[in-house]
T-cell receptor, first 114, second 115 residues
Framework: ETGVTQTPRHLVMGMTNKKSLKCEQH?????MYWYKQSAKKPLELMFVYSLEERVENNSVPSRFSPECPNSSHLFLHLHTLQPEDSALYLC?????????????FGDGTRLSIL | DAKTTQPNSMESNEEEPVHLPCNHSTISGTDYIHWYRQLPSQGPEYVIHGLTSNVNNRMASLAIAEDRKSSTLILHRATLRDAAVYYCILRDRVISTSGTYKYIFGTGTRLKVLA
């Protein structure tokens, strides 16, 4: 399944660094999502984009900044992160935001904050 | 909070059928029931979804109770590759004007397949 591709797969960064996570989908979908999966916790929705417009920010701290330049690409810009931000960050896409159709997930970026 | 309830873990022998239950007593009339699974070191993978009728695809079958308050994911012949965490999910409406719905993931059922 290569529908949703995330890069990098692994990232180690210090608390003062700035980095970006990238997600790309080739499925022709109009909705894209960022999720966070911490150890032994359920997936948490972070952001939802529909047709390149952000429609949901699930109380995410401002040190996480999403960007959706077009319907195929989604970025998550990171700056001054905290150790508790270490997690697996997952991107997903779906045909639309109505929740009737499946979401397709990438394999995630494993982020470690030193 | 997740709108579904699943057992934390289950075990199955290889080549035998597996029935993974899910309770969703607060389901609304228009909510689809979605099942995903997550293998180690991978993102969640779509398995199947349905509304009212039982559904079959190449991966699994979904049996939905007549009152829709519960469902069962059926793997007809479990293999070692089916060992994963299985999530049963309903959509939840986002509190916004966009008509956006989201999934709320619970902790799922960890399926162990014994050789």
């Amino acid at each position: 399944e290569t529908g949703v591709t995330q890069t990098p797969r692994h990232l180690v960064m210090g608390m003062t660094n700035k980095k970006s996570l990238k997600c790309e989908q080739h499925l022709g979908h109009n909705a894209m999502y960022w999720y966070k999966q911490s150890a032994k916790k359920p997936l948490e929705l972070m952001f939802v984009y529909s047709l390149e417009e952000r429609v949901e920010n699930n109380s995410v701290p401002s040190r996480f900044s999403p960007e959706c330049p077009n319907s195929s690409h989604l970025f998550l810009h990171l700056h001054t992160l905290q150790p508790e931000d270490s997690a697996l960050y997952l991107c997903a896409s779906s045909q639309d935001i109505r929740g009737d159709q499946p979401q397709h997930f990438g394999d995630g970026t494993r982020l470690s904050i030193l | 909070d997740a709108k579904t309830t699943q057992p934390n873990s289950m075990e199955s022998n290889e080549e035998e059928p597996v029935h993974l239950p899910c309770n969703h007593s607060t389901i609304s009339g228009t909510d689809y029931i979605h099942w995903y699974r997550q293998l180690p070191s991978q993102g969640p993978e779509y398995v199947i979804h349905g509304l009212t009728s039982n559904v079959n695809n190449r991966m699994a079958s979904l049996a939905i109770a007549e009152d829709r308050k519960s469902s069962t994911l059926i793997l007809h012949r479990a293999t070692l590759r089916d060992a994963a965490v299985y999530y049963c999910i309903l959509r939840d409406r986002v509190i916004s004007t966009s008509g956006t719905y989201k999934y709320i993931f619970g902790t799922g059922t960890r399926l162990k397949v014994l050789a």
